[in-house]
């Protein structure tokens, strides 16, 4: 069975610092764009960061611009999101998602999902 694995969450202080993980089984990831999408208590699901399949070509949402990178390990099968000068609205549950069409955060075409790992920044 397909999998992916999200892990490396937990409690930060505002400031600090997050590395995700988003590691793969029973497929490659260098066949997939890898997306990381989040979702806070009553609100709806946002989508994070994307990495494109072919030319590594990156997107981010504008709450999580020039702080999140998105990148890919072929090699190792997983793909990560690096979080930087957390924020409290940046508290979610994080997830990973693998789609053979587009790194597009906007569509319903992510076809892998992994369980989340929950973030939570707060002093």
């Known amino acids: 069975q397909v999998q992916l694995a999200e892990s490396g969450g937990g409690l930060v202080q505002p400031g600090g610092s997050l590395r995700l993980s988003c590691a793969a089984s029973r497929f490659t990831l260098d066949k997939h764009a890898i997306g990381w999408f989040r979702q806070a208590p009553g609100k709806e699901r946002e989508g994070v960061s994307c990495i494109s399949r072919f030319d590594y070509s990156t997107t981010y949402g504008d709450s999580v611009k020039a702080r999140f990178i998105i990148s890919r390990d072929n090699g190792r099968n997983t793909a990560y999101l690096q979080m930087n000068n957390l924020q409290p609205e940046d508290t979610a549950i994080y997830y990973c998602?693998?789609?053979?069409?587009?790194?597009?955060?906007?569509?319903?075409?992510?076809?892998?999902w992994g369980q989340g790992t929950q973030v939570t920044v707060s002093s």
């Open positions: 998602a693998a789609s053979t069409r587009a790194c597009d955060l906007g569509s319903n075409d992510w076809q892998y």
